[in-house]
């Protein structure tokens, strides 16, 4: 189950400017003297040529994420993932300030040859706490990108963060081995009843399920209440079918998770 980079046509570019660091958040959990710290990391660049002009009239890339205090491997896994919101052919750049870089050299060139244009290119990027405990931090990372065309392109990912483990978690670390058939078939009835579509209704006229057969991606994200799966535009269905959203309730798998594992404490 592997998520593909979406948006392989638009090519992410940056030119690394200007940086200013957020206020310590506010939202970090205060359940438990266990859990990490962190600020975030605001930046904001605007192209040569904007003079005056407001964010909405100017190549502009805004980007905010928190770091992390002594987690670099957080903290990376953060920034890998900005970086491969909009990557052309999932291949990143490999750093954020080069990201931004390539984006404004891209709309420079654009406009040499293009100089009336009147479009401006805009790349927006975040990273956002979701949860924190002792155990478990989940993440946000999303954002928006115009960069010409018919229209833009958005996509949101996850990480599943295991703060003593300290590595982003899989569908294989919180459940048991062998449970990859009987999760597809406990989502594809969700699935079905949040698509209106009966059990025997074909897939193949209005998704982009491989061979016309349900399947999870691995773009989840451990909630309280359950498993969130997300698909992103163009991913399982067309851009006007907008993203899907699939959430699996602990009580429907109960039997197929792994004992011990950071769910174990939403199980009733």
């Known amino acids: 189950?592997?998520?593909?980079?979406?948006?392989?046509?638009?090519?992410?570019?940056?030119?690394?400017a200007s940086c200013q660091w957020g206020v310590p958040s506010k939202q970090k959990d205060t359940t438990s003297a266990d859990t990490l710290s962190y600020t975030y990391k605001n930046?904001?660049?605007?192209?040569?040529?904007?003079?005056?002009?407001?964010?909405?009239?100017?190549?502009?890339?805004t980007i905010k994420y928190?770091?992390?205090?002594?987690?670099?491997?957080?903290?990376?896994?953060?920034?890998?993932k900005i970086r491969g919101l909009?990557?052309?052919?999932?291949?990143?750049?490999?750093?954020?300030?080069?990201?931004?870089?390539?984006?404004?050299?891209?709309?420079?060139?654009?406009?040499?040859?293009?100089?009336?244009?009147?479009?401006?290119?805009?790349?927006?990027?975040?990273?956002k706490v979701i949860l924190q405990d002792s155990s478990l931090t989940t993440l946000e990372v999303g954002g928006?990108?115009?960069?010409?065309?018919?229209?833009?392109?958005?996509?949101?990912?996850?990480?599943?963060?295991?703060?003593?483990?300290?590595k982003d978690l899989t569908l294989d670390d919180i459940f048991t081995t062998g449970y990859e058939?009987?999760?597809?078939?406990?989502?594809?009835?969700?699935?079905?009843?949040?698509?209106?579509?009966?059990?025997?209704?074909?897939?193949a006229n209005d998704y982009f399920f491989k061979d016309n057969?349900?399947?999870?991606?691995?773009?989840?994200?451990?909630?309280?209440?359950?498993?969130k799966f997300f698909y992103n535009s163009y991913e399982i269905k067309p851009y006007a079918g907008g993203t899907t959203t699939l959430i699996i309730p602990y009580s429907s798998i109960k039997s197929l998770l792994r004992p011990g594992s950071v769910v174990s404490k939403y199980i009733k």
């Open 1 to 16: 189950m592997k998520t593909s980079y979406l948006f392989y046509f638009i090519v992410v570019s940056f030119a690394f």
């Open 43 to 61: 930046i904001h660049e605007r192209a040569a040529d904007c003079g005056n002009k407001p964010d909405s009239a100017c190549a502009v890339v």
């Open 66 to 80: 928190p770091v992390f205090t002594g987690q670099k491997k957080l903290n990376d896994s953060i920034t890998q």
């Open 86 to 127: 909009f990557a052309m052919d999932g291949q990143p750049d490999s750093t954020i300030e080069l990201m931004n870089k390539a984006f404004f050299k891209s709309y420079n060139d654009l406009k040499k040859t293009e100089p009336k244009l009147a479009m401006y290119y805009k790349l927006n990027s975040y990273a």
């Open 144 to 166: 928006d990108t115009y960069q010409g065309g018919a229209h833009g392109a958005a996509a949101t990912f996850f990480i599943n963060w295991d703060t003593k483990a300290n």
């Open 181 to 203: 058939e009987k999760l597809r078939t406990i989502a594809e009835s969700i699935f079905r009843k949040d698509e209106k579509l009966s059990p025997t209704a074909s897939l």
């Open 213 to 227: 057969k349900f399947a999870l991606n691995d773009n989840f994200l451990i909630s309280p209440v359950g498993l």
